[in-house]
């Protein structure tokens, strides 16, 4: 029976070298001369340090442009306030979506249901999968996906037939 995945994870390798090249972006600048503006990244953790509030933002709008280029959706960005750490500096924390949740899973089900589409939708751990008796019906449950859940950046992958 035909089946598709419908996931969400951004690509690794290619979020890593946004995060590279924003820090390289920093250390060229002008305006971060003198400043303690770096970022890092852990994981799925991106923290950005700074002097103020306006740097922190600098330093977002590289990476978000950096992201954009490389093709990472930024979408996939959780960011997070903007604290106080030590002194005069601030932090700020970035977390990369990764799997499904609970509650969009539950929605991306229903709404295939309620499409009274000839496919079926289920959870599968982070990823929810859909089968069909057709692939035209699996496309067509992409297309509806795309166009209705726009808040996450959906993967479609393992098309299996």
Excluded: W
């Excluded at 959870?123 to 008796?133: E, L, P, Y």
């Amino acid at each position: 029976m035909p089946s598709f995945d419908a996931t969400l994870e951004a690509d690794p390798a290619e979020l890593k070298n946004a995060v590279d090249q924003t820090a390289k972006e920093i250390g060229t600048r002008f305006d971060f001369k003198g400043s303690s503006a770096k970022i890092e990244q852990k994981e799925r953790e991106i923290t950005i340090y700074a002097d103020s509030d306006f740097q922190v933002g600098q330093v977002r709008d590289v990476l978000i442009a950096k992201c954009a280029k490389r093709g990472v959706d930024v979408r996939f960005l959780d960011v997070g306030s903007v604290e106080k750490i030590g002194g005069d500096k601030v932090k700020q924390l970035i977390k990369v979506r990764h799997g499904i949740a609970g509650d969009d899973a539950k929605k991306i089900v229903r709404i295939i249901k309620d499409s009274k589409m000839k496919v079926q939708a289920s959870i599968q751990g982070d990823a929810v999968r859909i089968t069909g008796n057709k692939r035209d019906d699996l496309q067509e449950a992409i297309a509806l996906l795309k166009k209705q859940v726009t808040e996450l950046p959906l993967n479609f992958g393992n098309f299996r037939d």
